[in-house]
């Protein structure tokens, strides 16, 4: 008898849930058709411009009579004294006025920034050359960090540029007329007197 019971449950058919698997694919796909199609209502209705609301034209205004006596003659008297009256236009929406900061550059003050000293050794070999600093002016003038852009080809040249920026003074930067911390790029060139 268990034989019978084993070979009558394979014989039986099976129900599983793939029967049930095209009926949720359904639902699924019906599930992202609609979404799909929410989505693009939302994006139609977002890409409209608002249509133009109409508002009733502005009645015309009649000007009052300055004399009293003068008689209307009924309805076409009306009509035939009504002077055409400009209407108050409305006013066109302006753009808020842009406000660029107003900013100005650090510049050397000339009478209290010294030129610097030309090197006595290096004025002797020779020597000349450019060089280019960036110096970090404060708020206050005064030139904090000193760096190098450009080098000359002596060290003694490079060494009294940099020492003479440290004792200059400067008119700080300004934005909208408040005294700022900025970096202001100096050149300094030396050269020999033959």
């Known amino acids: 008898m268990t034989d019978n019971t084993l070979e009558h ?20 796909l019906w599930l992202l058709v609609l979404l799909a199609a929410i989505l693009l209502i939302w994006y139609v209705l977002s890409q409209r411009t608002p249509a133009p609301i109409a508002l009733p034209p502005d009645a015309s205004v009649l000007p009052m009579p300055t004399d009293a006596t003068t008689p209307t003659a009924g309805p076409e008297a009306e009509r ?6 400009a209407s108050a236009a409305k006013p066109k929406p302006t753009k808020p006025a842009v406000t660029v900061p107003r900013e100005t550059a650090p510049e050397r003050i000339a009478n209290r920034s010294p030129q610097p000293e030309y090197p006595a050794t290096a004025l002797r070999r020779g020597e000349g050359g450019d060089v280019l600093l960036r110096v970090n002016v404060g708020a206050d003038g005064t030139p904090g960090e000193i760096d190098f852009v450009r080098r000359s080809n002596s060290r003694e040249l490079d060494r009294a540029a940099q020492d003479a920026v440290r004792r200059w003074h400067f008119a700080p930067a300004t934005r909208n007329g408040k005294p700022v911390p ?8 030396f050269k020999p007197q033959a």
């Open 9 to 28: 449950r394979d014989n039986r058919p099976q129900t599983t849930v793939d029967a049930d698997a095209p009926a949720r694919n359904r639902a699924g």
């Open 80 to 85: 035939s004294e009504r002077k055409p009256v």
């Open 182 to 189: 900025a970096v202001v790029e100096v050149p300094i060139e």
